[in-house]
């Protein structure tokens, strides 16, 4: 059975900077980091192609996180920099086929979810 699990979550001050953890990721899966807040909808943060070639990011991230695949490992890191208070949530990884990829910020193509790792950046 597939199984996620997501490190890395912590509290940090504004400006700080957070390092996740997925681990469990097949090669031919399509990845993807979500979040969501109290009161909010799960959103797309970052994804990765297959093979680890292609990435996706949304416009709230851009130059501020990286995704990234070790594939020898099965695990890929989302590194997040210059943290403000509205990345406040908790964060899940997931996995879909490589069909998720088409939108890959879109929840509804990914079927195997971790359990989420909490970040709180405060000002």
């Known amino acids: 059975q597939d199984h996620l699990v997501e490190s890395g979550g912590d509290s940090v001050q504004t400006g700080g900077s957070l390092t996740l ?3 469990g990721v097949k090669y031919i899966d ?3 980091w979500f979040r969501q807040s109290p009161g909010k909808e799960r959103e797309g943060v970052a994804a990765n192609y297959p093979g680890g070639t292609e990435k996706f990011y949304a416009d709230s991230v851009k130059g501020r996180f990286t995704i990234s695949r070790d594939l020898a490992k099965n695990k890929v890191v989302l590194q997040m920099n210059s943290l403000q208070p509205e990345d ?3 964060y899940y990884c997931a996995t879909g086929p490589g069909s998720a990829c088409v939108q890959p910020l879109d929840v509804a193509g990914y ?3 971790g359990r989420g790792t909490q970040v709180t950046v405060s000002s």
Request: aromatic share 8%; with cysteine; proline share 0%.
């Open 88 to 90: 406040t949530a908790t």
């Open 111 to 113: 079927n195997v979810w």
């Open 21 to 23: 953890t997925c681990e």
């Open 30 to 32: 399509c990845m993807g």
